[in-house]
């Protein structure tokens, strides 16, 4: 290895603990101190896990508090795509993040999160009675004329920075580190379920293998669209309808 590309490659290492640092790899230390922190009170079938909280007692305060939280998340996928961004490639082309098929996207995404959501809710349901995971509450927001436009925003959000961060900027940068595959996709699995460890060990190793398949579909196709849609519809369906399905 010649000192340039040393030193490029130690960039490129500095580019992700960065990033990690000011995003999911802080969710990531923050949820394992939870996991403890519960353990240590209670069995975790006693505990609970709140998705999304109210920020004021006070309408249009929390609103604002809610929206902040919502844009200030995304600061970390706007420094992933100037990082990505090459002469004549953009971050968006090189991720294949675009509405260049939106249809057959659609439909993808729509696929996924049926192979995805459906096996979720079996997990939940054998991890609360293996008492290895948290009662979830999708939402603890009050009733008002912006919530569910709000939760689906919070999904939304949250779907843009789990996929670009974790698949499309993570594979990328550990494919210049020089990893096998293999190993690049596991840690991107495993960093995926290890910041849902708030939530007990069940969503872990739920988190986990979606990780697996999201990855490989990438991979597969290199398209990061399919996974935002079907992250996004996964997480609508459970903020706005988790009653329903049996969540909270």
Not at 24 to 32: I, P
Request: hydrophobic residues 50%.
């Amino acid at each position: 290895m010649n000192s340039s590309t040393g030193t490029t490659r130690l960039g490129l290492r500095v580019e992700v603990w960065i990033v990690l640092g000011l995003s999911l790899g802080q969710s990531a230390v923050y949820s394992v101190v939870q996991l403890l922190d519960k353990l240590s009170r209670a069995p975790l079938a006693q505990g609970t896990s709140t998705l999304n909280t109210a920020q004021s007692s006070r309408e249009y305060f929390d609103l604002t508090y809610q929206l902040l939280s919502i844009v200030f998340a995304l600061v970390p996928v706007a420094l992933v795509l100037y990082l990505l961004w090459q002469p004549g490639q953009s971050a968006f082309q090189k991720l294949g993040f675009t509405l260049r098929r939106p249809g057959r996207d659609f439909f993808w995404g729509l696929g996924l999160a049926a192979l995805i959501g459906i096996p979720s809710l079996g997990l939940y349901a054998v991890g609360r009675a293996l008492g290895i995971t948290t009662e979830i509450i999708p939402s603890a927001l009050n009733t008002y004329w912006w919530t569910v436009p709000v939760l689906v925003l919070s999904a939304v959000r949250h779907a843009i920075v789990e996929e670009v961060i974790v698949v499309g900027f993570l594979l990328e940068r550990f494919g210049r580190f020089g990893w096998s595959a293999m190993a690049a996709v596991l840690t991107s699995s495993l960093l995926r379920g290890s910041y849902h460890l708030y939530q007990g060990f069940g969503p872990f190793v739920g988190n986990f293998v979606m990780g697996l398949i999201f990855c490989w579909v990438y991979r597969r196709f290199g398209r990061l669209t399919p996974l935002v849609i079907a992250h996004a519809l996964l997480d609508i369906a459970a903020f706005v309808g988790g009653p329903a399905l049996g969540f909270g």
